[in-house]
């Protein structure tokens, strides 16, 4: 088997049989699909079982809940081929997406390609992960979709059961096994904006789980990725007011793009801690609802 495409099934009754086709649509004989159903309580369990019916490059596992990270390690589990690749069951793929991806993959490891509308990546390779991590500013995109992965590197490593923002744990772990790596702007994968989904709604708690993730990943950071994590400080110490998390230090503010260099300006002269409180300040205000009694 060549490719295994794993799609966690969980609540997506109305958008499942799009994603499926679109798979379908990649003209693959020698693909398997798994379709994993995490106890999902409406009717996507049947209409699994549907899809399994009509093409025999389906197959279906049911499961007890237990959340992305758990259904995600069952399809690598069950997968047979001698790559995988994730497509979330809401999400869809644009027609031959992967043919052209997979000729690329003899020596590859890891091939990350665009997503409509949100990413745009260049025909790139990479022999040293951590320049791909920070040229490519790979921290700000660890989805596990729109990559395709040698089905080795998933030997000793799985998904974290109950984490939340799973992929950031994982994603360097996978990275720390890879010998080369490489974009492409080849491919096009159709990521749907959930306005309830974890990405809109993670709270302060979650967000710290974030934080940790990309503290503790052993990767390099510049002055760039600094400041990225320091946005996600900010907005822990909004709706937490935690202690700081990530230690201080200078960053050179001559290449920074203006969204952070203001924020670097005042975290090189007050601090982390002033730069979170001022911020926190100006949130308030923006606040839509807010008066002034």
Same mark, same amino acid.
């Given at each position: ?38 106890? &999902?309580?409406?009717?996507? =369990?049947? %209409?699994?079982?549907?899809?399994? #019916? ?21 399809? /690598?589990?069950? +997968? ?13 793929? &644009? ?6 991806? !997979? ?15 949100? !990413? ?9 992960? #951590?320049?791909? *991590? ?10 596990? *979709?729109? %990559? ?19 992929? +950031? ?12 790596? +490489? ?27 974030? !934080?940790? +993730? ?6 390099? /950071?510049?002055? !760039? ?31 920074? =793009? ?14 982390? %801690? ?20």
């Amino acid at each position: 088997m060549t490719l295994s495409v794993i799609i966690p099934v969980y609540s997506v009754e109305s958008t499942l049989d799009c994603c499926v086709e679109s798979v379908l649509r990649q003209h693959i004989d020698d693909m398997e699909v798994i379709l994993v159903d995490d106890g &999902s309580p409406d009717r996507c =369990p049947e %209409k699994c079982d549907e899809w399994a #019916e009509k093409d025999s490059r389906i197959h279906v596992i049911h499961k007890k809940n237990g959340g992305l990270s758990d259904a995600r390690n069952a399809g /690598i589990d069950y +997968a047979t081929g001698e790559y995988i690749t994730f497509v979330d069951s809401d999400d869809w793929l &644009s027609e031959d997406t992967f043919p052209p991806l !997979l000729e690329k993959m003899s020596d590859i490891d890891i091939l990350e390609y665009s997503i409509a509308d949100r !990413l745009s990546l260049q025909e790139r390779t990479y022999d040293n992960v #951590e320049e791909y *991590w920070l040229s490519e500013q790979a921290y700000t995109h660890t989805y596990a *979709w729109n %990559k395709i992965y040698r089905r080795s590197i998933f030997d000793e490593v799985r998904f974290p059961k109950g984490r939340i923002f799973e992929d +950031a744990y994982t994603y360097p772990q996978l990275l720390r096994k890879v010998k080369k790596i +490489a974009t492409t702007n080849q491919g096009s994968y159709h990521y749907t904006v959930n306005p309830t989904g974890i990405t809109a709604t993670a709270d302060g708690h979650q967000m710290t789980q974030l !934080l940790e +993730a990309h503290i503790n990943n052993g990767m390099p /950071i510049d002055d !760039l990725y600094y400041m990225y994590l320091v946005n996600i400080k900010i907005t822990i110490w909004e709706q937490t007011g935690n202690s700081i998390l990530i230690s201080m230090r200078k960053v050179n503010t001559a290449f920074l =793009p203006g969204k952070f260099r203001f924020k670097a300006i005042i975290l090189n002269t007050f601090g982390i %801690k002033t730069l979170c409180r001022l911020c926190k300040i100006i949130h308030f205000f923006k606040k839509p609802n807010h008066t002034i009694n």
